[in-house]
T-cell receptor, first 112, second 113 residues
Framework: GQQVMQIPQYQHVQEGEDFTTYCNSS?????IQWYKQRPGGHPVFLIQ?????EVKKQKRLTFQFGEAKKNSSLHITATQTTDVGTYFC????????????FGQGTELSVKP | EAQVTQNPRYLITVTGKKLTVTCSQN?????MSWYRQDPGLGLRQIYY???????DKGDVPEGYKVSRKEKRNFPLILESPSPNQTSLYFC????????????FGSGTRLTVV
């Protein structure tokens, strides 16, 4: 079936280092969303990308959507302890608009 | 406050005893969905609803039922729970479903013994 793969599963960084998580879909997506889940919390919507090659920024976070609309990345510059949590990508298949398929998530820990 | 409310937050039950997890949103959202979250598997969609009386299966619908009789409510029903349904469940809603981010509830941690 349709899958959204996300790597790495875990990432441990020193505060101030950069962090990137990657997302790849087996099918073309109409859009991709990113969520953050703090430990013990629920996923919180961060952003949606729709256009091929789109790049969006939110302060230290940079989100990209691939040209083929099958992959995406989230890059955090100069991580802080407040960035700790699990980051999920979620893709909406082009042919099944009702579904939103989540990747497995990347758990980020930041050492002060 | 705009929110998605799930109840209960925690539930321990025995195999075969029917249960319902309620979900309600106060944002007049058309789209609602249920997910289960298991370690290493991310969030997997159980069922979704694009509007009142319109529901469809997600990726892992077996053993679950849903109904959407009113716009605000989307209960998840486990007719005969089994231990493999022990999981963290999230209800989510969005305005239209296709172009909007989801608002998630706080989650229901279910244990089936």
């Amino acid at each position: 079936g349709q899958q959204v793969m996300q790597i790495p599963q875990y990432q441990h960084v020193q505060e101030g280092e950069d962090f990137t998580t990657y997302c790849n879909s087996s099918t073309t997506l109409s859009n991709i969303q990113w969520y953050k889940q703090r430990p013990g919390g629920h996923p919180v919507f961060l952003i949606q990308l729709v256009k091929s090659g789109e790049v969006k920024k939110q302060k230290r976070l940079t989100f990209q959507f691939g040209e083929a609309k099958k992959n995406s990345s989230l890059h955090i510059t100069a991580t802080q302890t407040t960035d700790v949590g699990t980051y999920f990508c979620a893709g909406r298949p082009l042919t099944q608009g009702g579904k939103l398929i989540f990747g497995q998530g990347t758990e980020l820990s930041v050492k002060p | 406050e705009a929110q998605v409310t799930q109840n209960p937050r925690y539930l321990i039950t025995v195999t075969g005893k029917k249960l319902t997890v309620t979900c309600s949103q106060n944002m007049n959202h058309e789209y609602m969905s249920w997910y289960r979250q298991d370690p290493g598997l991310g969030l997997r969609q159980i069922y979704y609803s694009m509007n009142v009386e319109v529901t469809d299966k997600g990726d892992v619908p077996e053993g679950y039922k849903v109904s959407r009789k009113e716009k605000r409510n989307f209960p998840l029903i486990l007719e005969s729970p089994s231990p493999n349904q022990t999981s963290l469940y999230f209800c989510a809603s969005s305005l239209r479903g296709q172009g909007d981010g989801y608002t998630f509830g706080s989650g229901t941690r279910l244990t089936v013994v």
